[in-house]
């Protein structure tokens, strides 16, 4: 009747006190040992992407002994982009042109760099429509595809067909002699403005052609990055890209893409909020190891429409500044303790559920007891054994079980049907016993069959 729970209150507080103690065991191991490895995209060995994560993870694990990196070789931008989103990744470098990953946010954006189209000093090329039926030199190296691509959304703006442009893969110390062979017409570099493949590319053509190059500017930029928001506007001011002679010789507007660390939208902030400060706190050490480090900077936490949103996490920290560590985890203790509130009430009404089947069954119990001391009143002999053998399975069922001291009450009440119908029964074997003396023909003793009849005390 009690079934096999014997105490489900008290199990109900066990498992209760099991959820918070398990809590409260997460808790101390957070605050205590807030340490992650995370996984980071570095380009192939050599390349400026390598040296400048090579730099960043020095600096961060040391500001930082808690953060760990496992570096994941990723040939291309491309590619890097695809780590994060396939969860091989928690940290890459990407691109703004290169297909965005999906569970993608932005901590800081590294750089950014123009996308240059570079003539000769003599060349009557003023614009991209002009570039229809010529051939263009991209320098060889890890994004040579993904500059390609770039390039491709370029003549698409001005309804160009990619195959009506040649292109030639080269070294950069190969861009000038072509261009003076008149093997290229012009050459496509993306960099930044300072040491990089547009200033290098620029120096080459420089050296072969004996002049000052040209770097074409865009009148229509702000329509293309609306047609393409990818890109964005690049204001290259007079000598950007070399000094002597001044290249560009005046200010110009061309077209850019950025580079930012991207990590997945699932980072707990406390994380992102870790590297993202360890970035803008170590920037003046990451400068002495990689240079690129200087263009480092926060994205606008205002942005209505941002490419890539910024993390969360990083994002309180720069509206709100620095918070306790308390602050940072309130969110946290929400995630534990909504499971643990939702749990202990599930439980609660397991609990509930539990009892009540077991009361309903503690009635039945009582009514059939009732029932057959009810009958045992004026059943004949036959029945009165039958209704016997019916009680001895029923105080088998209620005694034979574990008690349960606080269902004092239920187990009160069974007992008393147990007694009423045991006197029920010890008083029907009586009436019949003295009615069979007056019938029988001796007048003294019981059958030998009636003699056998136990009683239900005698069988106890």
Request: charged share 20%; net charge negative.
């Amino acid at each position: 009747m009690f079934g096999p729970f014997a105490k489900p209150r008290v199990l109900a507080v066990l498992v209760a006190a099991l959820f918070l103690a398990a809590g409260a065991a997460l808790l101390v191991a957070y605050i205590w040992k807030p340490h992650a490895t995370l996984r980071i995209t570095i380009g192939p060995e050599g390349s400026q992407s390598y040296r400048f994560i090579s730099a960043f993870i020095k600096v961060t694990e040391a500001q930082h002994p808690r953060i760990k990196f496992a570096t994941v070789t990723t040939p291309s931008l491309l590619d890097s982009a695809k780590a994060l989103e396939q969860g091989k990744a928690d940290l890459a470098v990407i691109r703004s042109d290169v297909p965005l990953p999906a569970n993608g946010e932005t901590l800081v954006i590294l750089r950014h760099d123009a996308l240059a189209i570079i003539t000769p000093h003599h060349s009557s090329i003023s614009g991209v429509p002009d570039l229809v039926g010529k051939t263009i030199a991209f320098v060889t190296g890890p994004a040579q595809s993904d500059n390609s691509r770039a390039f491709d959304l370029l003549l698409s703006y001005y309804n160009i067909a990619p195959d009506k442009v040649k292109r030639e893969f080269m070294a950069v110390e190969d861009i000038g002699p072509a261009i003076e062979r008149k093997q290229v017409a012009a050459a496509f570099a993306v960099g930044p403005a300072g040491p990089g493949e547009v200033v290098q590319t620029v120096a080459a053509i420089a050296k072969a052609t004996k002049g000052a190059p040209k770097v074409l500017n865009f009148d229509d930029a702000e329509a293309i990055v609306k047609r393409f928001p990818v890109l964005e506007s690049f204001d290259a001011p007079k000598g950007s890209f070399d000094s002597r002679p001044a290249v560009p010789d005046d200010d110009i507007t061309t077209l850019g893409v950025n580079y930012r660390f991207a990590v997945p939208i699932t980072m707990l902030d406390i994380v992102a909020d870790a590297i993202g400060r360890s970035i803008l706190t170590t920037k003046a050490q990451l400068m002495n190891v990689a240079p690129m480090a200087g263009q480092i900077e926060v994205p606008d936490v205002n942005d209505q429409n941002p490419l890539l949103p910024i993390h969360p996490g990083f994002a309180a920290y720069l509206n709100n500044g620095d918070q306790s560590f308390f602050d940072q985890a309130e969110r946290y203790l929400y995630l534990f303790g909504i499971p643990l509130s939702v749990g202990a009430s599930v439980l609660t009404l397991l609990v509930g559920m539990f009892n009540a089947r077991t009361s309903k069954k503690d009635r039945e119990a009582v009514e059939h007891l009732l029932t057959i001391a009810h009958e045992a009143t004026t059943a004949d002999r036959e029945r009165l054994e039958a209704l016997e053998s019916e009680l001895h399975q029923a105080v088998a069922d209620c005694v034979g079980k574990p008690n349960d001291a606080e269902k004092g009450a239920e187990q009160w009440r069974t007992q008393l049907a147990m007694q009423h119908a045991m006197r029920r029964f010890e008083r029907r074997n009586a009436a019949l016993n003295a009615e069979g003396a007056k019938t029988s023909p001796r007048g003294d003793q019981p059958s030998p069959n009636e003699a056998a009849t136990l009683s239900p005390t005698d069988s106890r």
